[in-house]
Nanobody
Framework: QVQLVESGGGLVQPGGSLRLSCAAS????????RGWYRQAPGKQRELVAVITSGGSTNYVDSVKGRFTISEDNARNTVYLQMNSLKPEDTAVYYC???????????????WGQGTQVTVSS
């Protein structure tokens, strides 16, 4: 089993910055992609950033130019750097890892526990 532990959320003023971290631990796992989702009250969960095993990245239009996703494979950690934060960014943020299990190559995905990001003056 793989466990994902998130950290870095908090309360910031508009225009501020935060960096979210998601550290993975557990059994052998071959990663296809890692992503960050967010869910605001009364809204559907949406994918905001993704990075593939080849290192390519993609972002939802609303965060392009402000958010950056990156990973440290040696530490099995994915990050989300968030700059120029807006009140509309307020949500619970979740990390996700998609891939296959070592040996069996069974398709599987994992979720972090979520971390609250609040942008308010």
């Amino acid at each position: 089993q793989v466990q994902l532990v998130e950290s870095g959320g908090g309360l910031v003023q508009p225009g501020g910055s935060l960096r979210l971290s998601c550290a993975a631990s557990g059994s052998m796992f071959i990663t296809n992609s890692r992503g960050w989702y967010r869910q605001a009250p009364g809204k559907q969960r949406e994918l905001v950033a993704v990075i593939t095993s080849g290192g390519s990245t993609n972002y939802v239009d609303s965060v392009k130019g402000r958010f950056t996703i990156s990973e440290d494979n040696a530490r099995n950690t994915v990050y989300l750097q968030m700059n120029s934060l807006k009140p509309e960014d307020t949500a619970v943020y979740y990390c996700n890892v998609d891939g296959v299990q070592g040996g069996t190559l069974r398709r599987i995905g994992y979720w972090g526990q979520g971390t609250q990001v609040t942008v308010s003056s």
